[in-house]
C-alpha cells in the first residue's frame, strides 16, 4: 500500500456561475409562487362549484321527497294515467339527482387533485427558498471572512517592501 495522500482541490465557481444560479433561484422562486397562486384560485372555483352543485342537488331531493308523497297520497284518488305521469317526473328527477351526484364527486376528486398539486409546488418553494437562504448566509460568511482575513493582514507586521 502507498501512503499517499490524494487531495482533492474543488475550484469556486465564477462569480457569472453563482449569479446565474441565484437568478435560476429566483425564477423558479417565482414560478412556484405563480403556480400556488394559481392552483389556489383553480381550488376556490372548484370549491364554488361544488357548494352549487351541492345545494342544487339538496333541493332537488327535498323536492322529490315532497313529490314522492304527494304522488302516494293523491294516487289513490287519482287516474291511473295521472299517477304514472308523475311517477315517471319523480323518476327523471331523481336520476337528475343521480348525475349532480356523479358530478359533485368528480368536482371533489378534481380539488383533491389541486390541492396535492398544490402541496407539491409549496414544497418545491420551501426548498428553493431554503437554498436561497442558505446561499445567503454563506455569502455573508465569505464576505466576513473576506473582510476578517484584509483586516488581520493590515494589523500584522510583516508588509512586503514595495
Not at 114 to 142: P, S
Amino acid at each position: 500500500m502507498s501512503d499517499r495522500a490524494i487531495i482533492i482541490v474543488e475550484e469556486d465557481p465564477s462569480r457569472d456561475e453563482h449569479e446565474q444560479r441565484s437568478r435560476k433561484l429566483k425564477k423558479d422562486l417565482n414560478r412556484a409562487r405563480k403556480n400556488i397562486n394559481e392552483l389556489q384560485r383553480k381550488i376556490i372555483n372548484t370549491e364554488k362549484e361544488i357548494d352549487e352543485v351541492s345545494r342544487a342537488k339538496e333541493t332537488l331531493e327535498e323536492k322529490n321527497k315532497k313529490f314522492e308523497s304527494v304522488i302516494r297520497q293523491k294516487g289513490g284518488g287519482s287516474s291511473r294515467k295521472a299517477v304514472q305521469s308523475g311517477t315517471r317526473q319523480l323518476r327523471s328527477s331523481e336520476n337528475t339527482s343521480a348525475d349532480r351526484g356523479l358530478k359533485l364527486n368528480r368536482l371533489k376528486d378534481k380539488r383533491h387533485g389541486l390541492e396535492v398539486m398544490k402541496m407539491g409546488w409549496e414544497t418545491w418553494r420551501k426548498n428553493v427558498e431554503e437554498e436561497c437562504r442558505r446561499r445567503a448566509i454563506f455569502g455573508d460568511r465569505m464576505r466576513n471572512e473576506e473582510l476578517q482575513s484584509c483586516e488581520s493582514w493590515e494589523e500584522s507586521s510583516y508588509h512586503p517592501p514595495r
